[in-house]
């Protein structure tokens, strides 16, 4: 996978590389989001060992590991010498690291926690031991381990690391770049479908259309992410079934826990527990008002999946797995698919428009915005809410996907919903409308051109 528009991440790689200093950098983050082509990238630059953690035995990870050391390390001899242990052999690496200004990079680390039981102990010491500049990189994709085993307060290695790094999904603008030659609309399609996941988007970019790729990565036993959700979900979890009603409610529109737990067939007293952990994953995401002056605390939480790909899987694969592997895909993305898509992009579209307003925010509305987020009561829903540092002026976005607008009727409604709202009472208000469509109207903002 190429490595794209990562610089930030890349750069902070870098500047550790060259601080002089012992530096045990973590990089976690779901998988398929860079993290191996970010490292190897890195790698490239210098002198490295770059160690993909097998799923094995503890024995046979020891025989890979030697062996790759006497590559990296251009020691023919070190082949013939024998490590009884990982101990003996990670001192070993240690040390010849510290000498040559080697780095040493072990990807999929939770994998080598699975087959070495008490390896992160086994790093501690050494670490801890450790007099000289050296540079050291642990990578996972097992969230669960990287959180409580490596960077958990009762972890061997808590305290220890130097950076740390979450990779997450692009934006859309972002991973556009895999898009390039592409309409406005399509890009946006194909980020609604294939969401912020560069390994999806750049497999997706390599087909005429969007029908094309929908059709050979998803819609498809065979294809290559067919079964994506299933691994990412029965690789962490004990109780994947669980799970994944709970994704298929969130994505038939379920938000609140009470219907979430009524519609997978759960009990109500144990939804949050999911919720939580699906957080922890970055699989599903909990929202409040930008209004509430304790999000934590506010009983006006939402929950959404947090992937566009695993919220068009769970919408529209999950369910008609059988229509699929029956030969009738075709049928199922003309007559279900297709002509819900307007519908489907309508959520897509206002995260959109939010990672807009928050990189253009100054061009846009003339000011620095400080909050950005949702409104919404029992009354009223509003798609983007934006603060200024001081509190002194918000302004109102519309986002609207529809091809046929009007814009006077959207910013007549606007002004009545936000009117309603008392916390922004005496506060400068502003209001606008986004959409793909192109208007004369001062308050009106076209996306995409």
């Known amino acids: 996978m190429k490595l794209v528009n990562r610089e930030m991440e890349a750069a902070r790689l870098e500047r550790t590389a060259s601080s002089g200093t012992k530096e045990l950098v973590v990089l976690f983050g779901r998988r398929r989001l860079g993290k191996t082509t970010l490292l190897r990238n890195f790698a490239r630059k210098r002198p490295s060992l770059f160690f993909s953690c097998p799923i094995g035995t503890a024995s046979d990870a020891l025989r890979i590991f030697h062996s790759q ?29 510290a000498k040559s200004g080697s780095a040493l990079i072990f990807d999929e ?20 031991n450790q007099t000289k500049p050296i540079w050291i990189a642990l990578c996972g994709s097992l969230l669960s381990v990287m959180q409580d085993r490596v960077l958990g307060a ?23 770049q895999f898009y390039k030659k592409r309409s406005f609309q399509d890009k946006a399609n194909l980020y609604a479908f294939f969401g912020g996941v560069p390994a999806y988007a750049e497999r997706a970019a390599k087909f005429a259309d969007l029908h094309a790729a929908v059709q050979n990565l998803v819609l498809n036993e065979d294809g ?25 409610s969130l994505a038939s529109g379920c938000t ?10 759960i009990p109500h007293s144990g939804v949050n527990k999911y919720l939580d952990v699906l957080r922890r994953m970055q699989l599903a995401e909990r929202i409040v008002p930008l209004t509430e002056k304790k ?18 899987w769970f919408r529209y694969v999950y369910p008609n797995r059988s229509v699929i592997e029956s030969g009738s895909a075709n ?9 819900d898509l307007d519908t489907f992009m309508g959520p897509v579209f206002e995260e959109m428009c939010r990672q807009e307003i928050r990189n253009k925010g100054v061009d846009l509305v003339g000011w620095q915005p400080f909050k950005i987020g949702r409104y919404w009561d029992s009354r009223v829903e509003i798609d983007v809410v934006v603060e200024d540092e001081p509190g002194q002026r918000v302004a109102f976005f519309e986002c609207k996907w529809s091809r046929k607008i009007h814009v006077e009727r959207i910013l007549y409604n606007l002004r009545k919903k936000a009117d309603s709202i008392a916390q922004y009472a005496g506060v400068q208000k502003e209001y606008y409308v986004m959409s793909r469509t192109a208007s004369k109207h001062p308050s009106h903002i076209r996306f995409g051109r």
């Open 295 to 312: 999000p934590e605390r506010s009983t006006k939480a939402l929950y959404v999946i947090a992937d566009h790909f695993l919220r068009f």
């Open 331 to 339: 049928l199922l993305f003309s007559k279900k698919i297709l002509p």
């Open 109 to 128: 680390f939770p994998y080598l926690m699975r087959s070495v039981p008490g390896i992160d102990s086994i790093f501690q010491h050494l670490w801890d």
């Open 224 to 248: 290559v992410l067919y079964q994506e959700p299933e691994f990412l979900v029965r690789e962490e979890l004990r109780e994947p079934g669980t799970y994944f009603s709970i994704l298929h």
């Open 154 to 176: 009762r972890a061997p290695l808590y305290g220890r690391r130097t950076e740390q790094m979450q990779l997450k999904p692009m934006t859309f603008g972002d991973v556009s």
């Open 256 to 265: 609140r826990p009470n219907q979430i737990a009524q519609d997978a067939g």
């Open 69 to 97: 050391m006497a590559d990296a390390f251009d020691q023919p001899l070190l082949r013939q010498t024998q490590f009884s242990n990982w101990h003996e052999c990670l001192s070993f690496a240690f040390e010849e690291s």
